[in-house]
Nanobody, 119 residues
Framework: QVQLVESGGGLVQPGGSLRLSCAAV????????MGWYRQAPGKQRELVAT???????NYADSVKGRFTISRDNAKNTVLLQMDSLKPEDTAVYYC?????????????WGQGTQVTVSS
């Protein structure tokens, strides 16, 4: 059983920055993708950014150029640096871990952290 522990949400003014952190606690597969998803009120959960254990990244078009995802494989942590925040970035942000090995795939979610962008 893997637990994902998130931190770093909060309230910020438009144009400001926040950094989210997520640590995976437990034994995880060596082949994995860590990432962030978000869900705004009344909307479906959507991908924000992901990063593989090899360092390949993927971003939603809406955050490209503003958000940066990174990870520390030794510590099983993933960071999301969010700059130039907009009110439409307001949502609950969830950390995700997608693990794979031959014949097995498992996923884990964090508890979610609120990000509010408002003046």
């Amino acid at each position: 059983q893997v637990q994902l522990v998130e931190s770093g949400g909060g309230l910020v003014q438009p144009g400001g920055s926040l950094r989210l952190s997520c640590a995976a606690v437990g034994i995880i597969f060596s082949v994995n993708t860590m990432g962030w998803y978000r869900q705004a009120p009344g909307k479906q959960r959507e991908l924000v950014a992901t990063i593989t254990n090899g360092g390949s990244t993927n971003y939603a078009d809406s955050v490209k150029g503003r958000f940066t995802i990174s990870r520390d494989n030794a510590k099983n942590t993933v960071l999301l640096q969010m700059d130039s925040l907009k009110p439409e970035d307001t949502a609950v942000y969830y950390c995700n871990l997608d693990e794979r090995r031959p014949g097995v795939r498992r996923g884990s979610w964090g508890q979610g952290t609120q990000v509010t962008v408002s003046s």
